[in-house]
């Protein structure tokens, strides 16, 4: 038991158990697991041909080799156990992660409707309106009809070109801060700077405005900050379902209510300032009321309040971190490689020429540059374990059966750091993308840091 880890999120577990108030809580949650593990090993059945799996522990199966960093203790168990696929029980809940590019094929080719599926967790429901948005509702005829809505409607090439005037004017207005700070010799925090940045753009494009605090914070920067702690917060519920009580006694499902309570004020608000004055294609807002009014009998549905407010919150949850965080990776990365930097500055020079503005038709004409970027997503995706699907039925994965109800993630950051398909994989070298046809479609699956298949991140 040497190597295992004491898992950092199973240690905090404990500690709020230990120090709750509700001490009463605490025998009974140690009788109701015991009674969990009388109950799982008192049954029997066949013996199913399983994926590799690493040792166990009672009760809380292999939790405790997540660590503080899921994707790399993942990646390291795979290398040991399983290096395609391994089986995991995360508490109760049995989970499969796929570590090889050759599986993700195996699986979308011949099994994409079957796990398109999302895990029913309970900060997505409480939080992102019972799965009414895109990235968490179940598969199905609604998900189909969201996603159609966020994909014509608000993503479209035509729609991103129609807000093109918003990142310049935001952009140009960090870049004034910046150099403004640079002539007073004072200190500027890009973390701050980017993920402000990134949430006036995501306001302006979504609401049609910001809204800034009297002291300079963003109303809507704070709430998505405090949604994008509660979705990755350690949930009872998630892993031992009938100890979902337990998120009652340590305050999780409070707080993920109080925070449910203030994005569906801050919306509804929105959305009625909106309604009072409805105008053509002006925000994200004004489109999906238009949608909602027009009663598309394409939808196959009507389109509800809580259904645009959920679209509306996967807006902000999926536009601002990961942008920023990305964007902070890069910086990091040329900081680090000054040879790569000074080739994408060449670039950028020859492009733009004497002009003071960078536009689109530029960075189109920037082939190095999205190089650069490809690299920077290939080491550091967005999400290391893409979005966990389930499996709906039973499907046979590298000649291993696969039962219905397991929970699925994808090592995204393991495949693209594999020795057998990358070359000097822990290095930051954009020329591996040179003059090859490689993208972020989801359609290489050595390259996926969005997703692929039927549940592929929106573009």
Known sequence: MGDLLLPEIFYELWQELLLHPLLVSVPVFLVSLLFLFIRRNGSSGVKLNLPPSPPRLPLIGNLHQLGSLPHRSLGALAHKYGPDLMFLHLGQVPTLVVSSAEMVREMVKNHDIVISNRPRN???SVLLYNG??????PYGEYWRQARKISVVELLSIKRVQEFQFVRDEEVATMVDRIRSACVNGSTINMEETLIAVANNIVSRCVIGKTFMEEDGRSRIGELTRELMVLLGAFSFGDFFPRLKWMDVTSGLLGRLKATSTKLDEFLDQAIEEHKAYLVEKKDFIDILLRVQNQKDEMLGFELTQEDIKGIL?????????????GIEWLMAELVRNPEVMKNAQEEVRRVVGKKSKIDMEDINQMEYLKCVIKENLRLHPPAPLLAPRQT???IQLGGYHIPAKVTVFVNAWAIQRDPTLWDRPEEFIPERFENTDIDFKGQDFQFSPFGTGRRVVLE
């Open 313 to 325: 919150a996967d807006m902000f949850v999926g536009g601002t971190d990961s942008a920023s965080t």
């Open 392 to 394: 709906s039925e039973c």
């Open 132 to 137: 009414n948005d895109v990235g968490f509702a």
């Open 122 to 124: 309970i900060a997505p």
